[in-house]
């Protein structure tokens, strides 16, 4: 079972880029790198997902090294409404989930 | 916006309860999970329904019992709860795994239990 390790948390003034690194050094071959959010008594929210180099879409970029033992999710310009819990987990096989401990992100005015 | 629904959202049960958590997807997901989340913990899996068949289950003791009476709906029948069951209960769903294909789990809002 691959084991992720993410800061506990982080703080950061609006408008400014955050980085969270998770390390993950027994990844699998085949494992995917997918982050979540999860706001206070809401369900997990998917954010981006994977394999190697980077990925981007609206929300996020994803930045993972040749190695893959680590992965670095990057929230660009965030605003007070990104406060929340980031996951970084990596997915055993194709049908289950494992989350890890989390990020607490805080966004300061 | 969330396409997993989930009923009830608020229940408080006694120990000697019998209850139901319900969810419903409409996405021709054939793949179904439950997790458990306490308070400033990690979502826990507990449950997986692969194709409606029961493909996981970690370890999770017998007063929980779950059902997938069809391709959309998954239950989790609750029976002899303690207290420190008392948690958010999320389900969530995909697609079903084929070839190795890694695909992306919705989750619901959650269902709030509390066992008195």
């Known amino acids: 079972l691959a084991k992720t390790t993410q800061p506990i948390s982080m703080d950061s003034y609006e408008g400014q880029e955050v980085n969270i690194t998770c390390s993950h050094n027994?990844?699998?071959?085949?494992?995917?790198i997918t982050w979540y959010q999860q706001f206070p008594s809401q369900g997990p929210r998917f954010i981006i997902q994977?394999?190697?180099t980077k990925v981007t879409n609206e929300v996020a970029s994803l930045f993972i090294p040749a190695d893959r033992k680590s992965s670095t999710l990057s929230l660009p310009r965030v605003s007070l409404s990104d406060t929340a819990v980031y996951y970084c987990?990596?997915?055993?096989?194709?049908?289950?989930?494992?989350f890890g401990t989390g990020t607490r992100l805080t966004v300061i005015p | 916006d969330t396409e997993v629904t989930q009923t009830p959202k608020h229940l408080v049960m006694g120990m000697t309860n019998k209850k139901s958590l319900k969810c419903e997807q409409h996405?021709?997901?054939?793949?179904m999970y439950w997790y458990k989340q306490k308070a400033k913990k990690p979502p826990e899996l507990m449950f997986v329904?692969?194709?409606?068949?029961?493909?996981i289950n970690e370890s999770v003791p017998s007063r929980f019992s779950p059902e997938c009476p069809n391709s959309s709906l998954l239950n989790l029948h609750l029976h002899a709860l303690q207290p420190e069951d008392s948690a958010l209960y999320l389900c969530?769903?995909?697609?079903?795994?084929?070839?190795?294909?890694?695909?992306?789990?919705?989750f619901g809002e959650g269902s709030w239990l509390t066992v008195v």
């Open positions: 996405m021709g997901h054939r793949a």
């Open positions: 027994n990844i699998a071959t085949n494992d995917y």
């Open positions: 987990l990596v997915r055993t096989g194709a049908n289950n989930l494992f």
């Open positions: 969530a769903s995909s697609q079903a795994s084929q070839g190795g294909l890694v695909n992306t789990i919705y």
């Open positions: 329904y692969s194709y409606e068949k029961l493909s």
């Open positions: 994977g394999y190697k």
